[in-house]
């Protein structure tokens, strides 16, 4: 019952309320029911599309990376003879473990006009002079997209690496003594083994880059223009930046939530056993 009650006062009731507010219109606290204008108007709004449009280009590209370069790491550190195992995990999992806004200022200075990384590109002759990365539409989307990959490996290993090692070792050996190859092991056992771990992570992956927000906000602040702002950067924009519309906001929130469950039904559904 106390479970309950706290559900329904934090997440349950705000949830009806947003979805209340997000068939009204007006600014501040003076609003009136206008039906399903909101989502149609989001559907109109130039910037808001554009956001969608960055999140998918994020998702589509960074999470897939993630994810494998998570499952290779994982693979590897799980070698029993692997020395100094404790010390690389720790390595990989340390990004995951640093402030939000600390870490984007971080990438911020790295690829800035002045910055470490035009400084080794000038240095290796790739480079005739500093290049702008924030400064344009598809570099500073790449340079999001390497900031998350770096961020959110680490977190996504730990869960691959802990299923890895649930795996009884007598499979493997029995594995190797009819002949499979590494190659063969990894892709007949390992991977069938994982696909709940895999299905898990994908579904919070994508649960997170269609929220994004600190990257885009601390890290391009949704530049050039609006060439790398995300979906909740912009409804933070619309609702306390300037004149707040909270009956708007509240549409393109339960927009997002839409595209979540669609994109993890979807997942659900294409993970599913055939047999």
Known sequence: MPAMILITCFSLYPMISAFITSLQTGTGTQLTFSGLSNYIRAFQDDVFVQSIKNCLFYLIIQVPVMLVLALVFASALNNPHLRFKGFFRTCIFLPCATSLVAYAIVFRSLFANDGFINTM??????????FNF???PTSAKIVIIIALVWRWTGYNMIFYLAALQNIDSSVYEAAKVDGASPVQTFLKITLPLLKPTILMTAIMSTNGTLQLFDESMN???????NASITMSHYIYNTAFKGVPNFGYTSAMSFI??????VLAFIQLKVGEDNE
Request: without cysteine.
């Open 121 to 130: 590109l000038i240095k290796m002759g790739i480079l005739d002079e500093a």
């Open 134 to 136: 924030l400064a344009n």
């Open 219 to 225: 890290l391009t602040n949704g530049g050039p223009g």
């Open 256 to 261: 997002i939530l839409l595209m979540v469950a």
